[in-house]
Nanobody, 126 residues
């Protein structure tokens, strides 16, 4: 198992910034592609960002490109999501996920992720 625990959520004004962290347990973290997803109330869970095991490759949803940055520290078994220029439409529960397949490529679909955190709420006020 790769239990995942998110932290860093909260309430922020539009235009502000937050950084989410996701701590993973277990070995071979550096071989696992990680992702962030979010789910707004009444909507389906959607892809936000992903990063390969080495951290060499990242990919973002168009809605967050240029504002959010995904990164990882494999020595700390942690993946981060730096969120800048937040908008009210970014309000959602944010989930960290670990892929069940090769960490050499990134994945944007939920079905590629085997382990999920419990989520952390981000609320952006206007």
């Amino acid at each position: 198992q790769v239990p995942l625990v998110e932290s860093g959520g909260g309430l922020v004004q539009a235009g502000g910034s937050l950084r989410l962290s996701c701590a993973a347990s277990g070995r071979s973290f550096s071989t696992v592609t990680m992702g962030w997803f979010r789910q707004a109330q009444g909507k389906e869970r959607e892809f936000v960002a992903t990063i390969t095991g080495s951290g060499a490759n990242t990919y973002y949803a168009d809605s967050v490109k240029g504002r959010f940055t995904i990164s990882r520290d494999n020595a700390k078994n942690t993946v981060y999501l730096q969120m800048n220029s937040l908008k009210p439409e970014d309000t959602a529960v944010y989930y960290c996920a670990a892929a069940g397949s090769s960490g050499s490529t990134y994945y944007t679909h939920r079905s590629n992720y085997e382990y999920w955190g419990r989520g952390t709420q981000i609320t952006v006020s206007s």
